[in-house]
């Protein structure tokens, strides 16, 4: 399932490690904005990260799961990348 991931973190060294981490599961679509095709273990890897290296109480993760109709009417205005649902998987 397409997921959004956006974050506001404060120390700049957890920022980038929190950035780079992501990147191995999707794609930088703004700077603080991920858009990723997350397995349920993948993203219960990305929930136990933020659980176990930010700091909550200063720092803020939102992670939104969109299903596959809401985001074949989703749409890009601008610069961007759409990220789309394919019916085969590279493995």
């Given at each position: 399932m397409i997921t959004v991931i956006t974050y506001?973190?404060?120390e700049p060294r957890r920022l980038n490690r929190l950035r780079r981490f992501l990147k191995e599961y999707g794609i930088r679509s703004q700077r603080s904005v991920f858009e990723c095709r997350l397995s349920r273990a993948e993203l219960a890897d990305i929930r136990k990260y933020c659980l176990s290296r930010l700091d909550l109480k200063e720092d803020s993760v939102r992670i939104y799961r969109i299903c596959d109709r809401c985001m074949a009417r989703a749409f890009v205005q601008g610069q961007?990348?759409?990220l789309t649902i394919t019916g085969w998987e590279i493995v």
């Open positions: 506001d973190i404060t961007g990348i759409k």
